[in-house]
């Protein structure tokens, strides 16, 4: 067997004894069994002791799991995959890498992040490509059939402001400081992204066998909604489908897609604007999903740049003072969330929306908001649509929640 037959493990083969023991010493005696086995090529026991780690992370919250099954789960998601890559099953090997990066723990990390790119290597070396002209993700926009659905009053009142060329020092005077929105225009042009993610041929390529979360249903506060795991290639399908505005559309949202797949990470840039007021830059977050997909009206404890990479989506936002107004939920999991729904207001129930001024805006390709802190926003996508949201703390409160 080749050294090309195998994937690069070091992590693993430095600290697999001393992760062993650990396991041991809580009680997962056949969890260690198996991984032993799986270590010397026993595929049914790699996926024995991925199941066994799998049933200590469902144990209880996941706040109440202990590190070390997180570590487990990630060995055991090597093996399995290091036994894909010898049969040359790369779809199934990237699964099971990507099962590591999002369930398992962070002592492994760097094997699984080496071992994904050892295997995307190998799948397109493999592979063939034909030259053809790239399909779009998204066509030529005119005016979208979305905007008749938009929420009542909806483009009526105050628009917010798009400015161009914004220089540090005003965004911080004008804008960050005096913690008002803003819609930067011309931030973007250099961005890989903005012609590589309207290439679905390309994001196919990059990420088409990656395994992320995707949510399903109208929205996080509906009783229906649910979260699955499914390929890149699945979610691509689905948001394509003709049905995919419908009451039930799948959304990638406020996923750390860019530590998951390093290449789509390439093709963006940190705007200058997000290290203004020397504050901390949190993980970025992916928004991608078909028309028609919401995000309630709620509000986030951080600075906030909403760049808009692919499609247009409409955004609607109310001043942290009027909080009271918008009746925010009272259990502490949802105090974020406003119990309005603005596609369907309930005026008898919440009387004090109705009248209440707003800004709101049709944010376009290659444009970015900022949002300040504890400003209310609900967001519609207008078409199909690809997003990135920069959040960044306040310097002297890095690490309010």
Request: net charge negative.
């Amino acid at each position: 067997m080749s050294s090309a037959d195998e994937l690069p493990t070091p992590t693993l083969d430095s600290e697999s004894a001393a992760l062993l023991q650990s396991i041991s010493s809580h009680g997962g005696y056949a969890y260690v069994r198996m991984s032993t086995m799986a270590a010397a090529g026993d595929f049914r026991a790699a996926e024995a002791a991925r199941e066994m780690a799998w049933e200590q992370l469902h144990s209880g919250p996941w706040h109440s799991v202990l590190p070390v099954w997180r570590d487990a789960y990630s060995m055991a998601c090597l093996h399995l995959a290091r036994l894909h890559f010898l049969r040359r099953q790369y779809r199934d090997a990237l699964r099971a890498l990507d099962m590591g990066l999002i369930m398992g723990g962070s002592l492994l990390r760097p094997d699984l992040d080496r071992a994904v790119a050892t295997v995307t290597a190998k799948a397109r070396e493999d592979s063939t490509q034909t030259e053809n002209e790239p399909r779009k993700l998204v066509e030529e926009m005119g005016e979208t059939e979305e905007v008749r659905v938009l929420p009542a009053r909806s483009l009526s009142c105050k628009r917010v402001e798009k400015k161009s060329g914004i220089s540090m020092e005003s965004f911080l005077r004008d804008y960050m400081g005096k913690e008002f929105p803003v819609i930067i225009t011309d931030s973007m042009e250099h961005w890989p992204a903005r012609s590589k993610w309207n290439n679905l041929d390309y994001l196919l390529t990059v990420a088409g066998d990656r395994t992320v979360p995707v949510e399903v249903g109208k929205n996080y506060l509906c009783q229906e909604w649910k979260q699955e795991l499914i390929t890149f290639s699945q979610f691509l399908e689905r948001i394509q489908s003709k049905d995919s505005s419908s009451a039930v559309p799948t959304y990638l949202a406020q996923h750390p897609l860019f530590d998951q797949i390093s290449e789509l990470r390439r093709d963006i840039c940190v705007p200058d604007y997000c290290f203004a007021g020397g504050g901390e830059l949190r993980p970025l977050n992916a928004w991608f999903g078909p028309a028609g997909t919401v995000t309630p009206l709620h509000h986030d404890p951080h600075h906030n740049i909403l760049a808009q990479v692919v499609g247009r989506k409409y955004i609607r936002l109310y001043p942290a003072s009027l909080s009271e107004e918008l009746y925010p939920y009272s259990e502490t999991m949802l105090r974020n969330s406003s119990q309005v729904d603005l596609d369907n207001i309930d005026e008898k129930e919440f009387p004090k929306v109705h009248d209440l001024e707003f800004l709101d805006c049709i944010l376009e390709e290659g444009e970015m908001l900022y949002i300040p802190p504890k400003w209310w926003h609900y967001v519609r996508s207008l078409t199909i649509s690809f997003s990135v949201s920069f959040w960044w703390s306040n310097n002297e409160n890095p690490n309010a929640s």
